[in-house]
């Protein structure tokens, strides 16, 4: 049957469908060029919708085509391996909605940058978001990887894809229902709807200025190509678990984890995810059996098993 070929050999079919829905498809694209740390093997393709019905609609007949998909989001929380990857990712950078503000509430889409809906907020005078201040990527990225995170308290509503419609799921700054949790993990995010403080603008600018700084300096300065990979689940943070096993500034080929701050592992140029996992696998067997700790991964893995087929 056609939906048993692999995604690889569907080129064509995968450009019909984003064609279809007013979509762009660039096929045969490398993952490095689109994480931050600058790793990942060859992708099947890359569709870029122009609206967000679009989204669920190319989201849907893949579904419906047996055609595996992933968001994209802008990379900045991927670890993505060497080896091929064999399905569709969805970026949403270049959808055509843009900032909506109504009052205190603001509407955009998942794929709007992060860093510049904080520049748009706090010029209105809009507060709320200090917290996302010095944080990359896009919002729909921060709702995935942070369902448990601050950022929720100010979502008023989330837009997600099913069945090739747009479903609304209000939240109104409450923490996520178990189905709620389940429909978003399972869904394409594609719009939300967030409802920030009004305060006074200098006030704001200086509480975005002072979050910034502070991120800034819990980052390796200077490095080009570098991600915060590991969490721990207990109160002590994994870069202080990392720097008491003194494994700070260990390397595996071109990986190094950060001489100055042990929760970021560096890219210094020629790294693949090979060499990532090894460093990974490192310090999570270290911390196992020296401190009975689980780190757990604060990125999403891309490993596609089929590629060893």
Not at 102 to 129: F, I, N, Q
Request: overall charge negative.
């Amino acid at each position: 049957m056609q939906n048993q070929r692999r995604t690889v050999e569907r080129i064509e079919e995968i450009e019909a469908i984003a064609r279809a829905a007013g979509a762009q498809c660039r096929t045969w694209q490398w993952l490095k060029n689109f994480t931050a740390l600058g790793i990942g093997g060859p992708l099947a393709a890359i569709v870029y919708p122009s609206s967000i019905t679009g989204a669920a609609a190319i989201v849907h007949r893949l579904d419906d085509a047996g055609l595996r998909w992933r968001a994209l989001g802008h990379g900045t929380s991927i670890l993505a391996s060497d080896a091929l990857h064999d399905y569709v990712a969805i970026s949403l950078r270049l959808l055509d909605e843009r900032l909506i503000f109504d009052g205190v509430l603001v509407r955009l889409h998942a794929g709007y940058s992060l860093p510049a809906l904080v520049y748009a907020a706090t010029e209105r005078g809009l507060g709320g978001l200090g917290s996302a201040a010095g944080l990359g990527g896009s919002l729909g990225g921060a709702l995935r990887m942070n369902l448990d995170g601050n950022i929720w308290s100010l979502v008023e509503e989330v837009v997600v894809a099913e069945g090739g419609r747009l479903k609304a799921c209000a939240t109104r700054g409450a923490a996520l229902t178990a189905s709620q949790r389940e429909l978003i993990e399972q869904s394409l995010i594609l719009a939300a709807t967030l409802r920030l403080t009004p305060g006074d603008p200098e006030d704001i600018e200086r509480e975005v200025r002072n979050s910034q700084q502070s991120r800034m300096a819990a980052q390796p300065f200077g490095v080009a190509s570098s991600s915060r990979i590991l969490r721990s689940a207990e109160p002590e943070p994994a870069g202080a678990v990392i720097e008491q096993l003194g494994l700070k500034g260990q390397a595996r080929g071109g990986a190094r984890i950060s001489d100055t701050h042990a929760d970021f592992i560096i890219n210094e140029g020629m790294a693949t995810a090979e060499d990532v996992f090894a460093l990974t696998d490192l310090i999570r067997e270290r911390a196992r059996r020296e401190r009975g700790l689980e780190l757990e991964y604060d990125v999403d893995v891309w490993r596609d098993e089929s590629a060893q087929e």
